[in-house]
């Protein structure tokens, strides 16, 4: 069983398009993350959750939107895609807030917006 | 605000060589230390963290690295790397108290084994 899943695996849009991207976790954790990963491979924390609630919000322009519906769940909406949202978006969890918890990635869904 | 080096960008070697890549960090407190690597088209897996205790920690494949605090390095060491070693490879430091978790990221070296 995946531990931390996303979908869809690939995602290609048109700009000003609206998208979503599901994350999921079966791992019982409290604590869910989204990381963007650019065409460098440089990866940088967008956002985190702790029991449904933000903890970690990275400056991140607001078109992005994420949204934890239960623990198990942390989803990211963008609205009005331009070309510099291509990247590949990571999920993660761990099991809460505290030292040296692994965090647990899930495989990467690859957004490419023409 | 914490930040992470990793001086090599691109490594080559040859099968059986030594490995050691380095990483540096920037954090006036406490910290936690991680290795993630990324395999071609997957996911990013850890090979190892640091949190307390012992400097020199020992991870899976074969992997280990030492924390020196002194140096603000947590470097990743393997004595003889294997072709399926050629990945991308990313140092991470935590804070250890608050923060939210937030794991900062180097910029991955990408290692090459030859055969």
């Known amino acids: 069983d995946t531990a931390v899943s996303q979908t869809p695996k690939y995602l290609v849009t048109q700009m000003g398009n609206d998208k979503s991207i599901k994350c999921e976790q079966n791992l019982g954790h409290d604590t869910m993350y989204w990381y963007k990963q650019d065409s460098k491979k440089f990866l940088k924390i967008m956002f985190s959750y702790n029991n449904k609630e933000l903890i970690i919000n990275e400056t991140v322009p607001n078109r992005f939107s994420p949204k934890s519906p239960d623990k198990a769940h942390l989803n990211l909406h963008i609205n009005s895609l331009e070309l510099g949202d291509s990247a590949v978006y990571f999920c993660a969890s761990s099991p809460g807030l505290g030292m040296g918890n692994e965090q647990f990635f899930g495989p990467g869904t690859r957004l490419t917006v023409l | 605000a914490q930040s992470v080096s990793q001086h090599n960008h691109h490594v080559i070697l040859s099968e059986a060589a030594s490995l050691e890549l380095g990483c540096n960090y920037s954090?006036?407190?406490?910290?936690?230390l991680f290795w993630y690597v990324q395999y071609p088209g997957q996911h990013l897996q850890l090979l190892l963290k640091?949190?307390?205790?012992?400097?020199l920690v020992k991870g899976i494949k074969g992997f280990e690295a030492e924390f020196i605090k002194s140096k603000f390095s947590f470097n990743l060491r393997k004595p003889s790397v294997q072709w399926s070693d050629t990945a991308e490879y990313f140092c991470?430091?935590?804070?250890?108290?608050?923060?939210?978790?937030?794991?900062?990221f180097g910029t991955g070296t990408q290692l090459k084994v030859e055969l």
């Open positions: 640091y949190f307390s205790g012992d400097p």
């Open positions: 954090y006036g407190g406490t910290v936690n």
């Open positions: 991470a430091v935590m804070p250890g108290a608050g923060g939210g978790n937030k794991l900062t």
